[in-house]
């Protein structure tokens, strides 16, 4: 029998928004304010977008820290010589201080030491069974790295340190050979997998091993660095982040842990949404006369949100944030970036549109949703814009993401363990009434 012969009960799903206010439930785990219901605490991340003032919450400039150090800081001061940005973030979430010159000497060892997969994995996993959607296979790695650990299951801190060093190495050097067999397998391109350079810091190993010809330029591999930086870390509340806390109160092992913040983060309104931010800028190019006629820009991004043109969502993707209100910080430092690169490799137009849409994007939700708050673009408006200049492909942007934000679920991985040692376990009002009648079989059809 097919399965679209037997039809699904959509009401036995569907609740009534009322029950929502009847109850009080806080829907997306979100205040009515739009702000996030407070879950937990911690020292990885500050996250600021707004400020609360006589109960009411108000607009405020975006900010972000890791471990109290500011996000523009760290961009500016992180590496050395414009080289491993994203390791010392690293080494700060993880240890909770910014390592001395002897500690992170071993440090960078460490990594470059665990990026190599282990012995027969690349043949057996990545090449034996290969996917077309990257991130579905990265999650698959992961899990799959579990078998290949002596101790996977203890949850001492040593281990799971030890754990997650090891996957900050390893899951660059997987996504790169996940990618790389998609393409074979799946595009007809020829099979060229690049082992990880120890004198490589991560960004630059992340480019070699893309591209058959392992080649990068020093630029690329500092912007790439430093979009890895931003990326790293962003508060404990985040789909991916508390993924990575509830599972990791459950007791489980890091790799089934990491595997499903993965999971999360693949999903188009979290991680995947710089790939949806291009797509749609794409489609804008493709269907907009004069990008820079605003009326007529404006014109388009309406009809975007009224699911005529599009991808029919009704969504302006990159635009808007669950904490930041005015400012993503994030998107300030990276749209620097975006366009001394934009000039550097001909893309000034394409920044001229980026900047027309960030300019209405922002005022149209605004105007149209009546959102109690204002809204800026956020990361991924800028994000996918960059690797496309970086000649990065689109399958790797989602990857990249996961690259660096599994430095950040490391890190609320281990302070879950450490500090709250008491499972996630929110509570469902039922709505369903008790009673419901049980029809006959013969009434429904069946032979007794």
């Known amino acids: 029998m ?10 036995a799903y569907s609740i009534d928004r009322e029950y929502y206010s009847k109850y009080d ?16 605490l911690t020292k990885v991340s500050e996250v600021h977008g ?9 607009a405020d400039e975006g900010s972000l820290a890791y471990r109290g150090h500011d996000i523009n800081i760290l961009a500016r001061k992180c590496g050395i010589n414009k080289r491993y940005k994203f390791e010392e973030a690293v080494f700060l979430l993880l240890y909770g201080r910014l390592p001395e010159k002897e500690e992170f000497e071993e440090f960078l060892r460490m990594i470059s030491e665990y990026a190599n997969l282990p012995e027969g994995f690349t043949e057996d996993t990545v090449i034996k069974a290969p996917s077309q959607d990257v991130m579905n296979k990265l999650s698959r790695g992961v899990l799959t790295l579990y078998s290949y650990d002596d101790d996977p299951d203890s949850t001492t801190i040593d281990n799971v340190l030890k754990q997650s060093l090891m996957l900050i190495a390893r899951i660059p050097t997987l996504a790169a050979y996940d990618y790389r ?3 074979h397998y799946y595009d007809g391109e020829s099979l060229i997998l690049h082992s990880p350079r120890k004198e490589y810091s991560i960004a630059e190993n992340i480019l070699a091993m893309i591209r058959s010809d392992a080649k990068f330029t020093k630029e690329e591999a ?4 430093l979009c890895l930086l931003l990326h790293a870390e962003h508060g404990g509340g985040n789909n991916s982040a508390f993924t990575c806390r509830v599972l990791t109160s459950s007791g489980t092992d890091t790799y089934s842990a990491i595997s499903g913040a993965i999971n999360a983060l693949k999903g188009p309104k979290h991680g995947g949404a710089n790939y949806k931010v291009v797509k749609m800028m794409e489609d804008i190019k493709e269907n907009v006369s004069d990008w820079t006629d605003e009326e007529e820009v404006r014109a388009y991004l309406n009809a975007i949100m009224d699911k005529k043109v599009g991808d029919k969502s009704g969504l302006i993707y990159g ?4 904490v930041y209100t005015r400012s993503d910080p994030r998107t300030v430092i990276l749209k620097k970036k975006a366009k001394i690169l934009a000039h550097k490799k001909g893309f000034e137009k394409e920044f001229a549109l980026y900047e027309l849409v960030e300019k209405i994007a922002p005022n149209l939700v605004y105007e149209r949703k009546g959102r109690i708050k204002e809204v800026s673009c956020n990361v991924d408006f800028y994000s996918g814009f960059v690797y496309t200049m970086l000649n990065i492909p689109s399958e790797m942007y989602t990857p990249l993401f996961a690259i660096a934000r599994n430095a950040g ?3 609320h991985r281990l302070e879950e363990l450490i500090t ?10 039922s709505i369903c009434k008790i009673g419901a009648k049980y029809v006959e079989k013969k009434e429904r059809g069946f032979d007794i």
């Open 409 to 411: 679920w490391c890190a």
């Open 2 to 11: 097919m399965i679209d012969k037997i039809k699904l009960e959509e009401n």
């Open 420 to 429: 709250s040692k008491k499972i996630l376990r929110p509570a469902y009002k």
């Open 222 to 225: 500092e912007i790439l660095d």
């Open 319 to 322: 635009v808007g944030h669950a």
């Open 50 to 58: 707004y400020i609360i003032y006589e109960d009411e919450k108000m």
């Open 181 to 183: 067999a998609k393409r």
């Open 25 to 40: 439930v806080k829907k997306g785990l979100r205040n009515s304010d739009g702000s996030g219901v407070l879950a937990g």
